[in-house]
Antibody, heavy 123, light 111 residues
Framework: QVQLVQSGAEVKKPGASVRVSCKAS????????IHWVRQAPGQGLEWMGR????????NYAQKFQGRVTMTCDTSISAAYMDLSRLRSDDTAIYYC????????????????WGQGTLVTVSS | QSVLTQPPSVSGAPGQRVTISCTGS?????????VHWYQQVPGAAPKLLIF???NRPSGVPDRFSGSKSGTSASLAITGLQAEDEADYFC???????????FGTGTTVTVL
């Protein structure tokens, strides 16, 4: 079935960087945006940004500008999210999710989600 | 922080009807942007429940319904069942932030 499978949990020290991967299966990878959404422990959902796998075009939430980089490898239907200069308040579950390229950003919703990757930032 | 406000919790007995509100502003829901809803059971990823204000994806029971008016939206669950215990989040677009935004989340408890 259509799914997004993410990499495993990570533990990082403050100031380090982390890469989370998201591998798509059973659909045409280039037909959808990949978004990244995070959820701090016991908190709500926070959109971080999106990438268009066709042209690597990205849009990042202002809060993460300069610290986040989203990339894709269409040859293996994978997306990556790199977050640098980690702080303790970056401890969260990071989800990838897809949305249709045919739907503009103002109408976007996420119909398939990855299982989530816990990133813990601790000294 | 979330720009869409939801009640922290709602509860109901099995079979009852509950509603969850999602209050925004003129820069998001009030600007005419669609509202979408997600269900998140503990330990799992969010699942799309309602898209474009009132549409259900295939497989979502018709006990779930959505509506939107002005700067707010609502999710209704009729015939509440034990399996509906979960967190529910609304989502829309905010033109001031140029970003997708989520609600604060609501925990539904079945008594």
């Amino acid at each position: 079935q259509v799914q997004l499978v993410q990499s495993g949990a990570e533990v990082k020290k403050p100031g380090a960087s982390v890469r989370v991967s998201c591998k798509a299966s059973e659909y045409t990878f280039t037909d959808n945006y990949i978004h990244w959404v995070r959820q701090a422990p016991g908190q709500g959902l926070e959109w971080m940004g999106r990438i268009n796998p066709n042209n690597d075009g990205t849009n990042y939430a202002q809060k993460f500008q300069g610290r986040v980089t989203m990339t894709c490898d269409t040859s293996i239907s994978a997306a990556y999210m790199d977050l640098s200069r980690l702080r303790s308040d970056d401890t969260a579950i990071y989800y990838c999710a897809r949305s249709s390229l045919l739907v503009p950003a103002t109408m976007t919703y996420y119909d398939v989600w990855g299982q989530g990757t816990l990133v813990t930032v601790s000294s | 922080q979330s720009v869409l406000t939801q009640p922290p919790s709602v509860s109901g007995a099995p079979g009852q009807r509950v509603t969850i509100s999602c209050t925004g502003s003129r820069s998001n829901i009030g600007a005419g942007y669609d509202v979408h809803w997600y269900q998140q059971v503990p330990g799992a990823a969010p699942k799309l429940l309602i898209f474009d204000n009132s549409n259900r994806p295939s497989g979502v029971p018709d006990r779930f319904s959505g509506s939107k008016s002005g700067t707010s939206a609502s999710l209704a669950i009729t015939g509440l069942q034990a399996e509906d215990e979960a967190d529910y989040f609304c989502q829309s677009y905010d033109t001031s932030l140029s970003a997708s935004v989520f609600g604060t989340g609501t925990t539904v408890t079945v008594l």
